[in-house]
């Protein structure tokens, strides 16, 4: 498949300001750009979808500029409720040196990255109306979908001139990059086209735009999202463990959505996954290659190895398989305690495992009880830093599910 016919084919064109983007996509090499504010140093696996899409260009030859907001991050896209909160420029600063590490590193170095208040922070106010505001018409920007759904509950001037900014971006883009497409999430529609119009009323230039489809969940909620938390693509953030635990409990209904847009699996190897998947549902195929291709492809292969050994430890009971930081990286988030030498019933009494001897009592002869994996049923036990993994933790868990860190 051509390039064109392979996103069409991922479901990852949506709108498309083009005479002709079939034409654009399987032509000759051009510049291409997609961005996104520092809102956080780092992006997270919601954004992936527009990286990986990127990286799909990027293997065709085009090539890839990725522009940091840091002007635009000062100000701050309207969001379709509330203003957002106004971070400092040294915040800004610092997450969009976390952003461009990161990004860097995906793409292997080869990927130009730039920070629009390089450009912004020395135009002045009067010129920027003369040159930009004077070519945008104020009912077109009411028009603007997330600027129509403010209005009624109010929205600043500030949010409002947001889109004349990003508009700015892919003017400068153009004069000095030769960036000729913009690529990015079908919410960003309404700032992309400003900047198509104001190249085209400013230069009577044609340059194109196509957006993707935000990803969604089964529920409907954003991709990446737990329980309002985002799945950070920084490992230090959210190890390979937790996105493993994320992908491998994908819907049945989306996993051959995901499979297209986060991999770079053929579409016959994608067939043959999911009619393997189909034959055997319960054994989770699908959702498998996921995992291992998006986290491979994120992070290496080591890391998937390493979150598919997690992942197999805890099923089988043999924590005492892992080493102290795959530990760390498993149990990140749940219930810890410090652990000191006394004996079990204790232990579980003091630490809220158990809310009373008695009720603990009752969980140790029902073998609900494991240490590091195994059944423990002496409520006498002596806990002492001698079974403690590497002499550091001691995993505790209660009936199937609910885990506990002991720390010496």
């Known amino acids: 498949m051509t390039l064109y016919e392979d996103l069409m084919y991922r479901g990852l064109i949506k709108d498309v300001a083009s005479e002709d983007l079939k034409k654009v996509l399987d032509g000759d090499p051009i510049s291409f750009y997609w961005g996104t504010d520092p809102t956080a140093d780092s992006l997270h696996i919601g954004h992936y979808s527009s990286l990986i899409t990127a990286k799909r260009l990027a293997k065709a030859g085009h090539h890839p500029?990725?522009?940091?907001?840091?002007?635009?991050?000062?100000?701050?896209?309207?969001?379709?409720?509330?203003?957002?909160?106004?971070?400092?420029?040294?915040?800004?600063?610092?997450?969009?040196?976390?952003?461009?590490?990161?990004?860097?590193?995906?793409?292997?170095?080869?990927?130009?990255?730039?920070?629009?208040?390089?450009?912004?922070?020395?135009?002045?106010?009067?010129?920027?109306?003369?040159?930009?505001?004077?070519?945008?018409?104020?009912?077109?920007?009411?028009?603007?979908?997330?600027?129509?759904?403010?209005?009624?509950?109010?929205?600043?001037?500030?949010?409002?001139?947001?889109?004349?900014?990003?508009?700015?971006?892919?003017?400068?883009?153009?004069?000095?990059?030769?960036?000729?497409?913009?690529?990015?999430?079908?919410?960003?529609?309404?700032?992309?086209?400003?900047?198509?119009?104001?190249?085209?009323?400013?230069?009577?230039?044609?340059?194109?735009?196509?957006?993707?489809?935000?990803?969604?969940?089964?529920?409907?909620?954003?991709?990446?999202?737990?329980e309002g938390n985002a799945l950070w693509l920084d490992i230090n953030k959210t190890s390979a463990y937790e996105i493993y635990q994320y992908l491998i409990n994908t819907a049945d209904s989306k996993v051959e959505e995901y499979l297209k847009v986060f991999t770079f699996l053929t579409k016959e190897e994608i067939e043959d996954t999911m009619a393997k998947h189909n034959a055997a549902p319960e054994k989770r195929i699908a959702q498998q290659t996921l995992a291992r291709e998006f986290i491979t492809d994120l992070h290496g292969k080591e890391e998937y190895e390493k979150a598919l050994k997690i992942s197999e430890a805890l099923f089988s009971g043999n924590i005492k398989e892992l080493s102290l930081s795959e530990i760390e990286s498993c149990f990140k988030g749940v219930p810890s305690f410090e652990a000191k030498e006394e004996t079990l019933i204790d232990m579980?009494?003091?630490?809220?495992?158990?809310?009373?001897?008695?009720?603990?009592r009752e969980f140790l002869t029902a073998?609900?009880?494991?240490?590091?994996?195994?059944?423990?049923?002496?409520?006498?036990?002596?806990?002492?830093?001698?079974?403690?993994?590497?002499?550091?933790?001691?995993?505790?868990?209660?009936g199937k599910k609910k885990y506990y860190v002991g720390k010496f």
């Not at 579980?348 to 603990?360: H, K, M």
């Open 65 to 226: 500029v990725l522009l940091v907001g840091g002007a635009t991050g000062l100000i701050g896209d309207p969001r379709p409720t509330a203003e957002r909160e106004i971070i400092s420029k040294e915040v800004v600063e610092n997450n969009y040196l976390g952003i461009k590490n990161q990004v860097s590193h995906i793409f292997g170095g080869n990927v130009d990255i730039v920070n629009n208040y390089d450009w912004f922070k020395d135009i002045s106010w009067i010129d920027f109306l003369r040159d930009t505001g004077k070519y945008i018409n104020i009912n077109y920007m009411l028009d603007k979908d997330i600027i129509r759904r403010r209005l009624d509950t109010g929205i600043t001037f500030a949010e409002f001139a947001y889109t004349l900014m990003q508009g700015y971006d892919y003017l400068y883009l153009y004069e000095n990059k030769n960036v000729t497409l913009e690529c990015a999430g079908s919410d960003q529609w309404g700032n992309i086209t400003t900047g198509v119009d104001l190249i085209s009323k400013k230069l009577g230039k044609q340059v194109n735009a196509f957006t993707m489809p935000l990803i969604l969940d089964a529920n409907g909620n954003k991709f990446g999202k737990s």
């Open 367 to 398: 073998g609900s009880i494991t240490l590091n994996g195994d059944k423990v049923t002496d409520e006498n036990m002596l806990i002492t830093s001698n079974l403690a993994i590497e002499g550091k933790v001691i995993v505790i868990r209660k």
């Open 348 to 360: 579980l009494v003091n630490n809220s495992i158990a809310s009373s001897r008695r009720e603990a």
